[in-house]
């Protein structure tokens, strides 16, 4: 017969009433305790065997102490999220510099070994920098609350009243908090509220959109390139809001645009386009649709009839109707040979491919160079 000491029950039956008050209450464990699981280090091959992060004592532990000679390395997350907020302890030493944070809704890109997306920074070194947001996306790599040019930030442009505990301080931890919404950023230090960044045209803006970041992404600590830091964090908690109910939208009809669409072309004119001359060259309104009358005389004639829209647009779903007229004596690629550009980098093949077999990635709706089509489903022209 075993016998388990009355006093050591207390404590696993105290601990699992805990972490059950915690899951009633919405707050979902990223940190089991005892493994990794569920992270992954990403940075540069060599950095990774280095082991800078590991579990210590029911703690994740970044250890860098004498070996300075590293790049950016972060633990991440696997799951990725969008609304949702995240509490998690931290505890600093004083005989440690360096530098780190919590990265959110951020991206990690495998060729260029960089994490893309805001980032929380901690900095024991200057507690005033700890909650403020340096977006560490590439294009962007300044703080954004405060909003400064730069990487730098001086006492006066932090946070005005902050808490922050070393290792042999109290109980020696730190809590923190982070609150995200939509485009909006709230950080909680200690108690103490330390940011609230509304990012709205810029963590939604075309570049972050292009890093898929700002929005949505992974959770990431960081260790800074060159630090020696000796740092650990426990109990990360995230709770994920609700996601919002869906937009009601009129859907419209074949002849009305549903009505979050942006209308390109109602059928009367092109004052929502342009081409390089500056004249509409080779393009005119008939009968409620665009016709082009151009015909190519050289093969760099084409770059000044290009129909271009006024107005750029990033990620987009895009509907047209076309029509191409019957060329029964043409064949392969000068069958009614268009094309929708995108971004200035993607053309969509326009083509007569019924009946009109021609290199697959040149083939109707086919990204051209790149991808053929999934299917071939070109009507016969008119």
Same mark, same amino acid.
């Given at each position: ?25 919405? @707050? ?11 992270? !992954? ?52 030493? !004083? ?9 959110? !809704?951020?991206?990690?890109? %495998? ?14 070194? +200057? ?45 020696? @931890? ?17 108690? %103490?509220? =330390? ?6 045209? =810029? *963590? ?5 959109? !292009? ?26 908690? =995230? ?24 209308? *390109? ?12 001359? +500056? ?5 005119? =309104?008939?009968?409620? %649709? ?29 509907? *047209? ?14 069958? +009614?040979?268009?094309? %929708? ?27 051209? +160079? ?13």
């Amino acid at each position: 017969m075993r016998i388990i000491n009355p006093a050591t029950l207390t404590l696993v039956l105290l601990a699992a009433v805990s972490m059950t008050a915690a899951e009633n209450e919405g @707050w979902l464990p990223l940190f089991d305790g005892t493994t990794l699981k569920g992270w !992954r280090v990403a940075a540069k091959p060599e950095d990774v065997a280095k082991n800078y992060w590991s579990v210590q004592q029911g703690t994740i532990t970044c250890d860098s102490r004498g070996r300075k000679q590293h790049d950016y390395v972060w633990l991440l997350s696997d799951r990725a999220f969008a609304d949702f907020d995240l509490k998690m302890k931290i505890r600093s030493f !004083r005989e440690s510099g360096g530098n780190s944070g919590v990265q959110v !809704r951020s991206r990690y890109d %495998v060729e260029s070994y960089w994490l893309d997306g805001p980032q929380i920074d901690i900095h024991p070194p +200057g507690p005033f920098r700890t909650g403020l947001i340096y977006d560490e996306t590439r294009g962007v790599r300044h703080w954004t609350f405060p909003v400064l040019p730069g990487s730098s930030i001086t006492p006066e442009q932090g946070a005005r009243n902050w808490k922050w505990r070393h290792s042999d301080e109290g109980d020696g @931890w730190n809590d923190l908090l982070i609150e995200c919404r939509g485009t909006n950023i709230k950080t909680t230090v200690n108690g %103490v509220a =330390v940011a609230d960044y509304d990012g709205a045209g =810029v *963590l939604d803006d075309d570049l972050h959109r !292009r890093r898929n970041v700002g929005m949505r992404g992974n959770i990431a600590l960081q260790l800074h390139t060159g630090d020696d830091l000796y740092m650990q964090f426990k109990e990360i908690y =995230v709770k994920p809001a609700p996601d919002p109910q869906p937009a009601v939208v009129d859907p419209g009809s074949p002849t009305k645009a549903p009505a979050d669409a942006i209308v *390109l072309f109602d059928g009367k004119d092109l004052s929502k386009w342009a081409t390089s001359d +500056g004249k509409l060259t080779g393009w005119t =309104v008939q009968d409620g %649709v665009i016709l082009t009358t151009a015909r190519r005389e050289s093969a760099d004639q084409k770059k000044s009839w290009d129909l271009l829209s006024r107005q750029k647009f990033g990620s987009a779903q895009i509907h *047209l109707e076309y029509n191409i007229p019957s060329m029964p004596t043409a064949t392969g690629q000068a069958r +009614g040979n268009s094309g %929708v550009y995108l971004q200035g980098r993607y053309e969509i093949q326009v083509l007569d491919s019924f009946q009109n077999p021609t290199y697959p990635d040149g083939s109707n709706a086919a990204l051209y +160079g790149s991808s053929p089509p999934l299917v071939n489903a070109s009507r016969p022209s008119l």
